[in-house]
């Protein structure tokens, strides 16, 4: 299958060519990398069962993603102008693309590994660049295809034979302006900044525009079911200026008339920018990239104390709690490292930071299902149970954590464990799993419980606590089940990238099982009492169970 | 003398490749042995197996007159482990990864400070101690990490290539702690490439190839009288000696020349 993508991608290779890049060297990298990811690294004795679980994620995400893209093709159904239903189709696949490469693959385009192996041969800045955006464009086109698949069959059932042969190739445009708008704000940032500061620049800018792009995908207007016909289209000339409308414009040409006009300057428009996009991007801001890379981590010197390190050296908060939680000296190892490196990775932070912000959003976003206004949904609050939602959905910051907190780049470092008399491991586990709780889910849940409170009044203080004790159970729950390995001590791969917002999604069904389980025993109170003990009673079994993993139950990365 | 460590019959494969066979050796307490071998001779397997980290393998392993399979984590606890450049949380600082390892070693708070603004003092990395690592040099890493290895103040050293990416100054501090470390009565079992550093140091050398003990003794005996170096008698033992022929045939290559002998 990747090297049918790899061929894919070197389709236009005059093109390349004529950007400055080494077609040569161009598919000898990606050739390089796709067999790379192929070749993940295997745990003593676990060769098998590793490529079986990675054969079936795959299988699962293109289930998903086909699942998904059948639910993004409802304006394809209800709205009757093919153009203006194409563009609002287009609009959702750009908003998902985009997420998903400031969530998933913010990285892939900074990391310096390549830094020993590729920057020391005579390499051009455009085909590294080049090479990096395609090997993202192949995993993108893994998550669109099976994405598209249902819009395409739609419109091949609906339009025929032409719609058939212009929808793969609006939709590789519409990939590829995706991926090159968000690469390049990268490295516009880059140039403008020095490397120094470019980690916590994009780090930043990470965390806010994937917040920006959650809340546009979930809090975008839902009314599709428009009136063509009472339009009017002189209130609607901006989406003339709207990409997904200029491909969506194709259609024009198709024999499908639209409304809201445009023709040839939208279409010449659809065409063009997503070229313009990679001539600008390879041609003027990859150059210096190398150089610029190179010099983010590239610091093999010797610097003087800074203020940070003085105040590191001040403020040891880590270890007073670390003592205060845990009785264990693999415990509190567990739970220092775990405290610090989730300070201090930015991917830590990129991925399980804005899962916060995703909460009140995907919560106003439920409110308002019925069609109400915010201000409405919000009015309506008091005399509604919904503080439940809000309690459980608490459960995904806590779980997207835990997930985010077995992987590191520096997976390699978790030898340490291996080498030291620590048994059982569970006790770092442990100890790792009270870190994220102390650190990240119990100023968030305090936060909900204050918003709850002021809403709600005192009365529900009972719920408050049967729901956390609840979504403990169930984070240490999935803990214990799928996710037995020491902190940081796993590698992220690229392959299992794509899809995570899908999965992060599918995460939230659980604790809703849990919380209707919650609000059914709401009127008996002799039923919350019961269910309450049997959490309690749940929490402790499950916690000693994890807590005491032996090393044979661990899940190992090669060392 | 009771041998603080004990092989016998070690074997370890990995599927149908034979790494160990058949390694048998005794090691005296407050020696420093010196193992050596060829790329891929079964050295840092060897490493792994004594320090507990690979424990499916094949024959008889006592550390500290324990039965390495049944006592793992009580020698774990025991020796320290230095391996080769390894990886390190560096996004840390060298006085939290030192409290973190000091912490999966059970020692106290104060104990791991004094024994790291110590240690760390002695490598001069003291200034350093509050700053993230990811910022380090190859050598200041090292640095640290064979500061982690011997914070529990290990019976047993096992050092993996200590000396890569150390400046000419660091290689003669850690030869000398190599030294302070047998007078406080320690067993150091050394892995190298480095042969003139292996030399002068080890009271005993142990060269491995192809997983098989083929030569042991101390640098005399290994000499046989003659007047080799230890490259030299290294060379004897695990290669046909032609590196000149080799040499020739790498540069012929690499110029398209048709002069290579087969």
């Given at each position: 299958m990747n090297k049918l993508f790899l061929k894919f991608a070197m389709l236009p290779a005059p093109f390349w060519r004529s950007l400055g890049a080494d077609t040569d060297q161009l598919s000898a990298i990606l050739d390089m990398r796709l067999m790379i990811d192929n070749r993940r690294p295997i745990g003593f004795g676990r060769r098998q069962t590793q490529k079986k679980e990675i054969k079936h994620g795959t299988i699962t995400s293109t289930i998903l993603f086909t699942f998904m893209g059948a639910f993004y093709s409802l304006p394809l159904f209800v709205v009757p102008d093919r153009v203006i239903s194409l563009a609002l189709y287009f609009t959702i696949i750009f908003l998902m693309l985009t997420l998903s490469l400031i969530t998933d693959f913010s990285n892939a385009l900074f990391d310096n590994k390549d830094k020993y192996t590729l920057f020391p041969r005579p390499i051009d800045d455009r085909t590294l660049v080049l090479a990096k955006l395609l090997h993202i464009f192949i995993y993108l086109m893994r998550m669109v295809i099976p994405t598209s698949f249902a819009a395409w069959c739609l419109l091949t059932y609906q339009d025929g034979w032409t719609s058939t042969l212009v929808f793969p190739i609006a939709i590789t445009l519409l990939t590829f302006m995706s991926l090159f708008v968000v690469n390049g704000v990268y490295l516009i940032i880059l140039k403008l900044t020095t490397a120094e500061r470019f980690k916590d620049i994009i780090s930043y800018f990470q965390v806010i525009a994937s917040v920006v792009f959650f809340a546009i995908v979930y809090l975008r207007p839902r009314n599709i079911n428009i009136d063509v016909n009472a339009l009017d289209p002189a209130r609607y000339?901006?989406?003339?200026?709207v990409p997904s409308y200029w491909l969506a414009s194709f259609w024009k040409w198709l024999g499908h008339p639209t409304l809201l006009g445009g023709g040839v300057v939208t279409t010449l428009c659809g065409l063009l920018v997503p070229v313009f996009c990679i001539v600008a991007l390879v041609r003027w801001l990859a150059p210096e990239f190398t150089r610029k890379i190179a010099g983010i981590d590239g610091a093999e010197v010797s610097m003087p104390i800074t203020a940070r390190g003085k105040k590191a050296k001040q403020n040891r908060l880590y270890l007073k709690l670390a003592t205060l939680f845990n009785r264990s000296d693999a415990a509190k190892a567990g739970f220092m490292l775990a405290w610090l490196q989730t300070s201090r990775s930015r991917t830590f932070r990129m991925r399980v930071y804005p899962s916060m912000a995703f909460i009140p959003i995907y919560f106003i976003y439920l409110l308002t299902?019925?069609?109400?206004?915010i201000a409405e949904a919000f009015s309506a609050?008091?005399?509604?149970?919904k503080y439940l939602l809000l309690l459980y959905m608490s459960s995904y910051v806590l779980i997207n954590g835990l997930s985010y907190m077995l992987m590191s780049d520096q997976y390699k470092a978790a030898w340490v464990f291996y080498s030291s008399p620590v048994d059982p491991p569970g006790k770092v586990m442990i100890g790792a799993f009270k870190a994220l709780c102390v650190k990240l889910f119990l100023p968030f849940f305090i936060a909900i419980t204050i918003f709850i409170l002021y809403i709600w009044g005192i009365s529900v203080v009972p719920d408050i606590l049967l729901a956390m004790i609840n979504v403990l159970v169930l984070a240490i729950c999935m803990a214990r089940i799928s996710m037995r390995q020491l902190p940081f001590s796993s590698m992220e791969h690229m392959k299992q990238s794509g899809g995570r917002v899908v999965r992060s999604l599918l995460t939230m069904l659980i604790p809703g099982v849990l919380g209707f389980a919650h609000y059914l025993s709401m009127e008996i109170w002799w039923l919350k009492l019961t269910l309450a003990f049997l959490s309690v009673a749940l929490l402790w079994f499950i916690w000693e169970s994890y807590a005491t993993t032996t090393w044979a139950n661990v899940r190992k990365e090669e060392m | 003398m009771t041998p603080i460590i004990t092989i016998q019959g070690l074997r370890k494969q990995y599927g149908d490749k034979t790494?160990?066979?058949?390694i048998n050796l005794e090691v005296a307490p407050g020696q420093i042995i010196g193992y050596i071998g060829p790329n891929g001779a079964g050295k840092s397997t060897t490493v792994k197996i004594l320090t507990g980290i690979i424990q499916d393998y094949d024959g008889q392993v006592t550390v500290l007159g324990k039965n390495l399979r049944d006592s793992v984590m009580e020698v774990k606890s025991k020796v320290g482990y230095i391996p080769e450049l390894a990886e390190l949380y560096d996004l840390l600082t060298p006085r939290e990864y030192l409290t973190f390892i000091g912490k999966l070693y059970k020692l106290d708070d104060h104990i791991i400070e004094d024994r790291a603004t110590r240690m760390l003092t002695s490598f001069g990395l003291i200034d350093n101690m509050d700053q993230r690592m990811d910022s380090f040099s190859k050598g200041m890493r090292q640095k640290v990490l064979i500061t982690s290895g011997l914070l529990h103040n290990p019976s047993i050293v096992f050092m993996d290539e200590p000396l890569s990416g150390l400046d000419a100054n660091a290689v003669i501090l850690v030869k000398e702690l190599l030294q302070a470390l047998k007078q406080e009565g320690k067993t150091i079992f050394y892995c190298s490439h480095m042969m003139d550093v292996v030399e002068k140091v080890s009271d005993r050398i142990i060269l491995i190839n192809n997983g098989t003990i083929i030569a042991d003794g101390t640098i005399e005996e290994l000499k046989q009288g003659n007047s080799d170096t230890l490259e030299q008698i290294f060379s004897r033992l695990t290669s046909n000696g032609d590196f000149v022929q080799r040499a020739d045939d790498l540069a012929a290559a690499m110029s398209d020349r048709n002069d290579l002998k087969l």
């Open positions: 000339r901006w989406v003339q200026f299902q019925n069609g109400s206004s609050l008091h005399g509604s149970r | 790494v160990l066979n058949n």
